[in-house]
C-alpha cells in the first residue's frame, strides 16, 4: 500500500507526534531558519489536485524503479543531452551524448555541479507512456489532466532530469500556475519549499523567466530567484580542502528570509512521487546522482489560473466561469491560439 507524506499539516490523532518532530527539527538549527519535516503516512487514496506539496512514498517499488531507469539508459544512451556544468559560479553548456554524461556525471561536486534538464526527451515514445501511466493513476479518475485537450504542438511534455552529486536546480516557481510532478528512478534528492507571498518574492529577487516548453511560443513564464536554499554552512574549511555538505542539514539560504518564514524540506528517494501544487517556490538538492522525471498537470483546480496566466500572455480577455464545461476552456484556448499565431487543428481541441 502506497502512503503519503503530506508537507504542512497536522492531521487527526498524530498531533503531538509531529509537534515533537517539528520541535526536534527547529532545535537541531542554530540559527534563526527553521525547516518543519512532517511525516504523516496515511493509506493512499487517489488525490485531487492538492494546495500543499505532497510526497507520495514507493509509487514504485525500488525495483520498478531501477527497471525503468535501466530502460531510459538503454533507449537513450546515444541520445544528444544539454549538460551543464557550473565552475566558479559560471554555467558552461555542452551537448554529449547520454553516455558520456552518465560517465563525467561521477565527478560532480558541491563547487563543480553537473546536470542535465532535456525537455521533450521522452515524448512519443513507449516509455514516457509508461510513466503517464505511472503518474495518472496517482491522480482521481474524476479529476483529468486538461493538459490532454491541449493541442499537440502546445501540450507541456515531461523533462528528464539528471543530477549530479551536489547540485541545485534553479530556485523558482513554475510557469502557468500549473501543478507539477516528479517521479524519481533512481539515487536521491532534498527539496525544499517556501509558499509565496510578495515579501517572499521580493526578497528572493524573483523574475518572470519565460517558459522554454514551447520555443518561440509565449504562452507562459515561471519565476525565477538568483538566490539558493542550499548554500554552504559552514565557514571554516582546513586549508586545501573543498568545503562539501555531508546532509542537507549542512546548507542553509544565502540571504536572511523574512521573519517567520517556513521553510518545509523533504527526501525523495527512488519511487517516490513529489506533488507541487501552484504558487510554491521550490528547489532540489542531489547529494547522490540522480534521475526523476519532471511534468506536470492541469486539474480542475489549476484550469482557471492555467487560462488566466495564458490569457496574460496572449493579451486575451479571459472569464472562465465557476462551473465550467469543456467548451468554455476549448473557447478561451482557441482565442489565445489564434491571438499568438499557433495553427492547430479544431478536432484537437474536442479532446
Request: glycine share 6%; hydrophobic share 35%.
Amino acid at each position: 500500500m502506497m502512503s503519503k507524506t503530506f508537507i504542512g499539516d497536522f492531521i487527526g490523532d498524530i498531533h503531538v507526534f509531529l509537534l515533537m518532530v517539528l520541535l526536534a527539527s527547529m532545535t537541531a538549527f542554530t540559527t534563526a531558519f527553521t525547516i518543519p519535516i512532517l511525516p504523516t503516512s496515511v493509506p493512499h487514496t487517489p488525490l485531487h489536485s492538492p494546495s500543499h506539496p505532497i510526497l507520495i512514498s514507493n509509487v514504485l517499488t525500488p525495483a520498478e524503479a531501477n527497471s525503468l531507469a535501466t530502460s531510459f539508459y538503454d533507449i537513450y544512451s546515444n541520445a544528444i543531452l544539454p549538460m551543464q556544468t557550473k565552475i566558479d559560479q559560471t554555467v558552461y553548456h555542452e551537448d554529449v551524448p547520454l553516455s558520456t554524461f552518465l560517465n563525467t556525471v561521477n565527478t560532480s561536486t558541491h563547487t563543480s555541479p553537473i546536470f542535465c534538464f532535456a525537455e521533450g526527451l521522452l515524448s512519443d515514445s513507449p516509455l514516457g507512456s509508461d510513466l503517464t501511466s505511472i503518474r495518472d493513476s496517482v491522480f482521481s479518475p474524476f479529476d483529468p489532466d486538461w493538459f490532454q485537450s491541449f493541442p499537440s504542438s502546445i501540450r507541456p511534455t515531461d523533462c528528464v532530469v539528471l543530477s549530479g552529486a551536489g547540485s541545485t536546480s534553479t530556485l523558482h516557481r513554475d510557469p502557468f500556475e500549473w501543478t507539477g510532478t516528479s517521479l524519481c528512478l533512481s539515487g536521491k534528492k532534498t527539496w525544499r519549499f517556501i509558499k509565496s507571498t510578495p515579501a517572499i518574492e521580493s526578497t528572493l529577487s524573483m523574475k518572470r523567466v519565460p517558459s522554454i516548453a514551447w520555443c518561440e511560443i509565449d504562452l507562459s513564464a515561471g519565476w525565477e530567484s538568483p538566490n539558493t536554499l542550499f548554500s554552504i554552512v559552514d565557514s571554516f574549511v582546513p586549508a586545501g580542502l573543498t568545503p562539501e555538505p555531508k546532509t542537507s542539514d549542512d546548507l542553509r539560504p544565502d540571504i536572511p528570509l523574512p521573519e517567520g518564514t517556513e521553510v518545509y524540506e523533504v527526501t525523495q528517494n527512488e519511487g517516490d512521487f513529489i506533488i507541487i501544487p501552484k504558487n510554491w517556490i521550490h528547489q532540489t538538492y542531489s547529494t547522490v546522482s540522480s534521475l526523476a522525471v519532471a511534468s506536470q498537470r492541469c486539474g480542475l483546480g489549476d484550469v482557471k489560473s492555467v487560462m488566466e496566466h495564458m490569457g496574460e500572455r496572449a493579451g486575451v480577455e479571459v472569464e472562465l466561469p465557476e462551473e465550467f464545461e469543456a467548451d468554455d476552456m476549448e473557447g478561451i484556448l482557441g482565442r489565445v491560439l489564434e491571438k499568438v499565431g499557433v495553427e492547430y487543428d479544431e478536432d484537437e481541441l474536442d479532446g
